[in-house]
């Protein structure tokens, strides 16, 4: 059997953070020394304004990977190519490492839910998926990174585990996977399995990248919220992983209340200390501690334009877009999907 | 489990789409699908949540996310009629309008034009009169900010200055065309909402404006969106200078609606032209047939 080289031959990226459009004006002026940024592809694809300069301003100082939440693999709908150039027409232009989405689908008929819905995890689903895998990363020219959704029902007439389905799927299309440690916690709560026998049985070899976030327990089941810290239990998956899959790119998403940026830094940070406690409890040497790549930062680079004030022209008014524009979390809201483009300073 | 074979995955998703965006929640919304499927025998329950109970935090997560980036996009018309209001249109709205783009920025494209098309006839009651002109106001113009703001722009370009636009000769003038920028857009509105717009911005409670027609202008350098509010013979004159009409068939539309004595307007013909190539709506000049660019 083919045996993939470990991440798909991906970098480790280290501990990166998701870019989100509150934290634009702090990076243009920091500069922090974050490892690395996933985007939310969908909100930069067809930007002509500034998330997409300040989206080149980042790319051109740290590693970008692309994250998307519409490509809807598991859909019945056509695969819509118009969309996969989009991805990739961007992916060239900031030299993404890599492209993500979901196992999900998102609509059908046309429709888009703006969720990432499970599929029925069985004989049929598989074929369709993988079929598609193979098609997207032909058109993208590079494999596909497919990440683990938290869901809130399970199907009759699933026959697999969600471990096997993604198991089957990755040797079968080929492609990475994005473990989401949060989800498999979420899930495991939400349908009563053991989150470390999943993370156990994956195949590890093609983990490319592992999501970190907080979720919201509502006592009979999780909801995806990514609105706080990392729970201990998804810290202690989290370090399983890292044993299991001797370290891949590591990223926290943080999309309702966000705090300001070095708190969410601050957050991915603490994956060291885990690891460390992880290693030391398994016996495990050094190897195992986090790897950090510490991207260069010049600390001169000029300030942006646009994060001057506001510039006063006469009697007119001047502004900057002014929603926050991004989803939130009711208690109850998932909030695993792209945001409108968003505010400024 | 039951004993009813398993649904095709078109068949299935088809089925949960109708039952997690039904608005009635997900027993009405299972009842409308022809097949007439139990939730259970789709969906298994947990150990401790029904099956109902689990495939609706889909149904409810649907239209809470979705009002909220309605609530989002639309901020300031939501702040000016209460979150109430604004959530029953928005429900209307996305039961007619539901997503099919990738993208939410797409999400409330049509939402203006819905107001429009469903207020009622008579245009409301009372002291109030017809306000769902002012709300139909407001959401034409957060929508054009939001499309100014991440479309096409004149960042690191060097458009019409001052002294190109003073070097023109006087005889070609009149023929010349000026190039309007693409994020140029022109807003005629029943209601002078600027200032009220700019106040709700600030987290003030301004009182509403007296009914009169209004004009904006909204465009975007150095991808920050500003608005100058018109008055109705600047309005012409863009209007038509936007349409590719030349700059003496523009003037002598905007003159049929001046108010002013022809000296006044000639004057102010010259401030607009010299604010407005300041302001950055000029790309370039063009001179037609005869001539070339001064
Ligand atoms: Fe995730």
Redesign the interface.
């Known amino acids: 059997m083919h045996l993939p080289p470990p991440r798909l031959g991906h970098p480790q990226l280290g501990l990166g953070v998701g870019l989100r459009t509150a934290h634009f004006a702090h990076i243009l002026r920091e500069w922090p020394a974050v490892d690395w940024f996933e985007i939310i592809s ?2 930069f ?7 997409r ?1 300040v989206l080149e301003q980042i790319a051109e100082r740290y590693p970008v990977v692309m994250h998307g939440v ?1 490509l809807s693999i ?3 709908d056509r695969l ?1 190519f118009d ?1 996969l150039a989009k991805l990739k027409s961007l992916a060239r232009h900031v030299n993404a490492r890599w492209i993500s989405d979901h196992l999900c ?1 998102t ?9 990432l ?1 499970p ?2 995890l ?1 004989e ?2 598989l074929a ?1 998926v993988v079929e598609r895998i193979r098609i997207v990363q032909e058109v993208l020219e590079r494999p596909l990174v497919l990440e683990n959704p938290s869901s ?7 026959t697999m585990p969600e471990w096997e389905f993604l198991s089957r799927m990755s040797a079968e299309a080929d492609c990475g996977l994005l473990l989401d440690v949060n989800n498999v916690y979420v899930s495991g709560v ?3 399995f053991d989150p470390v026998e999943y993370i156990e049985a994956l195949p590890h070899e093609r983990v490319v990248q592992c999501h970190l976030a907080g979720h919201t327990n509502c ?3 999780c ?1 995806d919220t990514h609105d706080g810290e990392v729970i201990d239990p998804v810290w202690k998956l989290y370090a399983r992983a890292h044993r299991l899959t001797g370290g891949v790119s590591t990223l926290l998403e943080w999309d309702a209340k966000i705090p300001p940026f070095d708190v969410v830094h601050a957050e991915v940070l603490k994956a060291k200390r885990w690891v460390e406690v992880r290693s030391a409890e398994c016996g495990t040497g050094s190897d195992a501690i986090a790897h950090s790549n510490g991207v260069q930062i010049d600390p001169t680079a000029s300030p942006s ?2 994060a ?1 004030t ?2 006063q ?2 009697r ?13 979390s ?1 208690a ?4 695993p ?6 505010d400024v300073e | ?2 004993d009813e074979p ?5 068949a ?3 089925w ?2 109708k039952v ?2 039904h608005p009635g929640g997900v027993v009405a919304g299972a009842e409308t699908v022809e097949a007439g499927l139990a939730i259970e ?4 329950r ?4 029904s ?1 109902f ?3 609706d ?2 149904n ?3 239209f ?3 009002l ?2 309605m609530q ?2 639309y ?2 018309l939501a702040t000016a009629i209460g979150e109430e209001l604004f959530d029953s249109f928005a429900l209307g709205y996305l039961q007619q309008h ?8 797409e ?1 409330g494209e049509r939402f203006p034009d819905y107001l429009a098309a469903t207020r009622p006839v008579d245009g409301g009651v009372g002291d109030e009169g017809d306000w769902p002109e002012f709300l139909i106001d407001l959401a034409r113009l ?1 929508r054009t ?2 499309v100014v ?5 004149t ?1 690191g370009e060097s458009l019409l200055d001052r002294e190109r636009l003073m070097a023109i000769q006087p005889d070609h003038w009149a023929e010349s065309r000026l190039e309007c920028v693409p994020c140029l857009k022109l807003l005629p509105l029943s209601y002078p909402i ?1 200032d009220y717009f ?1 106040a709700v ?1 600030r987290g003030d409670q301004p009182d509403l404006p007296a009914r009169a027609p209004a004009w904006l202008a909204i465009t ?1 350098r ?8 018109l008055v109705a013979t600047q309005f012409h004159l863009l209007h038509a200078l936007l349409n590719g009409e030349t700059v003496g068939s523009a003037i002598e539309q905007a003159a049929a609606t001046s108010p002013v004595p022809e000296d006044q307007f000639a004057a102010d013909l010259r401030d607009w032209f010299f ?1 407005w190539t ?2 950055g709506f000029f790309r370039d000049v063009r001179l037609t047939d005869r001539g070339h660019d001064g």
Request: net charge neutral.
């Open positions: 969908e909100n694809i067809d930007s002509q304004g500034r998330p300069y519409s598991g859909s019945i819509d969309y689908w609509g059908v008929a046309g429709k888009n839910t703006h969720d819905l599929v029925p069985n049929e689903t369709h809130y029902v399970t199907f009759a007439a699933s939400n349908h009563d006592g009979t089941h909801i334009r646009i001057r506001s510039i022209v006469d007119f008014v001047v502004h900057d877009r002014p929603q926050s524009g991004r989803l939130g009711h109850s809201v998932s909030n999907v792209a945001f409108l483009v968003g | 489990m039951t398993p649904l095709s995955l078109d299935f998703q088809r949960m789409q997690i965006m025998s789709v969906v298994t947990s150990r401790a949540l099956s109970e689990r495939l935090i889909y409810r997560s649907y809470a996310r979705l909220e980036c989002a996009e901020s300031v539901p997503s099919q783009s990738y993208t939410l920025a999400l957060e900010i939001n703001f991440d479309g096409p722009g960042e600027n700019t911005r975007r150095d991808f920050r969106v500003y608005r100058y509010p604010q300041t302001a």
